[in-house]
């Protein structure tokens, strides 16, 4: 393997800190966000905390979290984070602290699938939400369709195929 130093001479990019907006990183290194599956009641739980710190521990510079729905429309399990529930705030304060106790920093990333979220969801089929209303051609086809856009403007609803 690899030692640090060695790869600090071949790559002399990668282990230079890299400033992003407002914070910095230590390193160019970072885990590209990929869904987990170990969320608990929606919730961030103790393997989260425990996967993303020995990360933190290993050298990583950033850690990108799984996608976190920021609504229920978006249709996802309970094995999700769930960003639109304030019982996040908790476990993710934890997770935080432990990551940046290794010297590694983490971003949310918060996601909607819009016209794509899953109909297999109740939440989905009853109301879908999308900044769009153009139609989805890959959407297969639902018993009812319909969709709004999250504005202020009195709603706008489609319906058909
Ligand atoms: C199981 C799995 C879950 C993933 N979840 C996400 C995700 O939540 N958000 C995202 O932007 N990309 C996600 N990805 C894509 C990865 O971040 C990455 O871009 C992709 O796997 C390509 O990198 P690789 O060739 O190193 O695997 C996921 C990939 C896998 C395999």
Redesign the pocket.
Known sequence: MVKQAEAAVQFKHLFTPLRIGSFSVRNRILS????TGYAQDGLPSQRHLDYWASKARGGIGLIVT??QPVHPSAGTGLNSIHAYDDACIEPFRKAVEAVHRHGAKIVA?LWHPGRASSWRSFVVRRSLISISLIKLPTLPPPRRRSCRKPSRTPTRRTTGS
């Not at 590209?32 to 869904?35: D, E, L, Q």
């Open positions: 590209t966000a990929h869904a799984e996608v990333q």
